[in-house]
């Protein structure tokens, strides 16, 4: 059983800050690469930010200095802190887990969070 639980949105005025929550399952032995999505009506899920297979903060362009990937192993939970929040930054959010490793109690595939809603006004 694999959860991903996201919270830790709601409404600011443009200029705000917001930090976003990411809880997930780990079992030893298995290896996890977490990921920030957004996604507006009528538009395809894009990629925010998260950590590539080489280890490096990834961040899409039009978040790159305003938001911040953070992760707490020990927690088994990721961070977005989000801020300068524009109008623009309207999605609702979703925490992405992959879950890999050769060991067979390791549930591997992708995993989504049901997502938290961000409303930003002008």
């Known amino acids: 059983q694999v959860q991903v639980v996201e919270s830790g949105g709601g409404s600011v005025q443009a200029g705000g800050s917001l930090r976003l929550s990411c809880v997930v399952s780990?079992?030893?032995?298995?290896?996890?690469?977490m990921s920030w999505y957004r996604q507006v009506p009528g538009k395809e899920r894009e990629f925010v930010s998260g950590?590539?297979?080489?280890?490096?903060?990834q961040y899409a362009d039009s978040v790159k200095g305003r938001f911040t990937f953070s992760q707490d192993n020990a927690k088994n939970t990721v961070y977005l802190q989000m801020n300068s929040l524009n109008p623009e930054d309207t999605a609702m959010y979703y925490c992405?887990?992959?879950?890999?490793?050769?060991?067979?109690?390791?549930?591997?595939?992708?995993?989504w969070g049901q997502g938290t809603q961000v409303t930003v006004s002008s």
């Open positions: 950590i590539d297979g080489d280890g490096k903060t």
């Open positions: 780990r079992d030893p032995g298995c290896s996890y690469d």
């Open positions: 992405k887990l992959q879950v890999s490793g050769a060991r067979w109690w390791c549930r591997r595939g992708d995993y």
